[in-house]
């Protein structure tokens, strides 16, 4: 088992723990208090929020270890190792006992802090919806494919009859645009030159997390204006009305499951936000159930994780997924790979120009994108609407 592999697992393995032995014990909990009091305490609700926190911590992990692992640390250096040890024991290196450290005439200057050549970023979110969509090249500007509008009935008829023709079989044409997408960053030649830090490596590493933010909104919200069109802003994509502002109960998620066509189900997700996944674990089926469900640990595939499910179909956190609210398109559930297509033109490249403004001292980093996105199958997709 590669070390992916066994990180996956650990975080499959906590994930599923973490909601049968907490989870569930504190929903029970909250549960008893509602009947009998009315509500649930504020200690309970705090401890079932702090339950909800570490599940979410834990797919967030899993997602990130599935994207990128993380670097690993290498060995700490050696005036970091003496000062643990001094730490143990209260023993000093030989080498400083004579020295004070605060002091520099008395050989602090010889005891330097420790600088580490790392970034500390924080997590950047996105709609990783490339993972569950249908991607393709392309040398175009635009891709076009022909599309079935409409379709014949076949007919009845007697063993010597007219046979009329059946008409009604029409085709139109999908096209796809490519729009571009840029980042435009300028840095002091001393920037590049002197930190320690490879601050030309970081800027393109932020350059491709930020496209990535921007292509994963547009094709969830994008109007498809120099932009690609996203699947909630498709009018043609049937809603299904969930009859409140919250997800008060797990009925109109099986509304919205049934609302597809079964021949989609097989490879059929849902795309949701964070907090609307929070609502959703708290729900039960009519055997009393919860309709959420924890990955399995290592199964098939490459990376060896059986995902969590909702309803028994895998799921896709996506934070431009509006929260629950009056009239929002809160979840999404269908077959993305028939539904959605993404195009790409031309993967990010990037230009250094350091000439434009080598008057100032500075170099210019340009960065571009072409991409497009739109849905191509309305039918494979169904949108829970809140009242």
Known sequence: MSDL?????KLADDLHSTFESEFK??????????KKHG????ETKAAVDRVQDRLDEIEVKFQQATLAPAARAGEAPQEVKDFLGFVRSGKLPEETKVMALRDESLGGVLAPAEYIAEVIKGIVQYSPIRNVARVRQTSRTSVQAPKRTGNFAAQWVDEIATRTETTGRTYGLEEIPTHELYARVIVSNWDLEDPVVNLEADLNDAMSEQFGVAEGSAFVTG???????????????????NGGASFASADKLIDLQFALKEQYWQNASWALNRLSLRDIRKLKDTTNNYIWAPGLGPGAGITGQIPATILGSPYTICPDMPTAASNAKTVTYGDFQKAYWIVDRIEMSMLRDPFSAAGNGQVILHARKRVGGQVVLSEALKTLQMA
């Open 223 to 241: 109007n498809g204006v120099k932009k690609p069109e996203g699947f909630l802003t498709n009018a043609d994509i049937e809603l299904v009305p």
């Open 5 to 9: 592999q066994g990180e996956l697992k």
């Open 25 to 34: 014990g504190r929903m029970e909990q909250a549960e008893q208090e509602a």
């Open 39 to 42: 509500e649930e305490f504020a």
